[in-house]
């Protein structure tokens, strides 16, 4: 039996700048640390790097084509700090502006909301170079290039976000160095936590103050953790494991405060005035959700543990071993909408890696990717049917792009990019999906 999904539910997809525009040295864009960091040998599989990547800089007419045909009635992309500010401050690079205001007018021309993500990650290198996230000054920074990009595009954009998932950097390129900048260090990773609550704060202001018609929320990755183990030292291990991941970029936006074991730690770090900057009123929280994360103690880890594959016999698995499991998306959506007062949520991220077969006759059929689909929007029809605010769907990707540290060894897109030539094939999970939006009803 078909399941509805409410009138007005916002069907979209998304996509980041670094992964999908390539053209890194064109038109004035400065470097990225995503560019320094992946021209390291042994830091992304294959050597990849997203100097072209999907070329989405000059393909982006036949890619807002992909965008209708899909029938998507918003799309969420993100600028490129280092296209607008190619120092990361000071001088804006008018060419990098042109660009996004190209692309924006085609996506309104073609009835397409543009949601912008003020930052996906890639980070100008002189801010790094100056302390990037360790440095409190990188909030004041960011919270300029952010008012300068909500000025330039807040007549036609109306839902804003600061920071792509914030818990990530602090876990992820601060404490395991798995992303760039790829440090390893427990006192940068409480400085990035601050300095980027902070830097979400100080983007609230200038949306308020530059386009107070605009909406903003954050854009949060969040999944049950679990202990990969059942004894008391992975219990510890999960508590900790929850505090970083999912509660220290939340909480003190949400509720004000910052979430014990972390809180006095921080402590230190909050000057007067921080926790009412940052704790200002959102206008929807952005869910991006995968997969629950697992974790077990690790003497020899930063933060003293780590996250680990499922437990052996778990299953299924996508292609980056991240558990399918749609029980825990519907757990999380419960947890953010109880823990935070009921927002309205959309969520702004959801999909899978399978490894994709471009067939003889030019198609990709995904059949798990279509099943992975089917199942958690199957989870989120149930949340809505109990009672959360759940308002739109943004499935990850568009296409396929560069996976960070799996360059392009994974693949997420609902369209194949055949490299290097960069074709773009709509694969089975498109035109499924497509079939959804159209009946807005599994
Ligand atoms: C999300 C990111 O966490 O996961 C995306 O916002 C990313 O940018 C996606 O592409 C998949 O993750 P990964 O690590 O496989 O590239």
Not at 3 to 25: C, H, I, K, M, V
Not at 359 to 366: G, K, L, M, Y
Request: charged share 25%; with cysteine.
């Amino acid at each position: 039996m078909a399941r509805n999904f409410p009138p007005d539910f916002l069907w979209g997809a998304a996509a980041s700048a670094y992964q999908t525009e390539g053209a890194t040295e064109t038109d004035g864009r400065g470097p990225s640390v995503w560019d320094t960091y992946a021209k390291v040998p042994g830091n992304i599989v294959n050597g990849d790097t997203a100097d072209i990547s999907c070329d989405h800089y000059h393909r982006y007419p036949e890619d807002v084509a992909l965008m209708r045909g899909l029938g998507v009635k918003a799309f969420r992309l993100s600028t490129a700090w280092p296209r607008i500010f190619p120092e990361g401050k000071g001088q804006v690079n008018q060419l990098g502006v042109d660009f996004y205001d190209r692309l924006i007018d085609l996506m309104l021309h073609e009835g397409i909301e543009p949601w912008i993500c003020l930052h996906h990650w890639d980070m100008p290198v002189p801010i790094e170079e100056a302390g990037g996230w360790r440095s409190r000054e990188t909030a004041k920074i960011f919270g300029d290039y952010a008012a300068e990009v909500i000025r330039r595009f807040g007549d036609r954009v109306k839902r804003f976000a600061p920071i792509n998932e914030p818990n990530v950097i602090p876990w992820v390129a601060y404490n395991l160095g798995r992303h760039a900048p790829g440090k390893q260090n427990y006192d940068a990773c409480l400085q990035a936590i601050h300095n980027l609550n902070l830097a979400h704060g100080k983007t609230v202001s200038a949306v308020r103050a530059e386009a107070p018609d605009a909406e903003i929320g954050n854009i949060v990755s969040l999944g049950p953790v679990r202990p990969h183990y059942d004894d008391a030292a992975h219990e510890e291990a999960r508590v900790f494991g929850d505090c970083m991941w999912r509660r220290v970029m939340v909480d003190p936006l949400w509720l004000g405060t910052y979430p014990d074991p972390i809180a006095e730690k921080i402590e230190p770090l909050i000057k007067p005035g921080d926790m009412e900057e940052i704790s200002q009123k959102l206008d929807f929280f952005g869910l991006n959700h995968y997969n629950p994360v697992f974790v077990a103690p690790n003497p020899n880890a930063t933060l003293g543990y780590s996250e680990v594959m499922p437990p052996s016999g778990m299953g299924p698995l996508t292609d980056v071993n991240w558990l399918v499991d749609p029980d825990a998306f519907l757990e999380q959506i419960r947890d953010t909408s109880n823990r935070y007062g009921k927002p309205v949520i959309y969520i702004t991220e959801n999909g899978a890696s399978y490894p994709d077969m471009l067939r003889s006759d030019r198609t990709v059929i995904d059949n798990d990717r279509i099943r992975y689909f089917d199942r958690y929007l199957g989870a989120l029809l149930d949340a809505i049917d109990e009672g959360h605010d759940v308002r739109g769907y943004f499935a990850w990707s568009l296409m396929d792009n560069f996976e960070w540290g799996r360059g392009y060894s994974k693949r997420f897109g609902l369209v194949y990019v055949d490299y290097p030539t960069l074709q773009r094939i709509p694969k089975a999970s498109y035109h499924w999906l497509k079939g959804v939006i159209e009946d807005n009803a599994l």
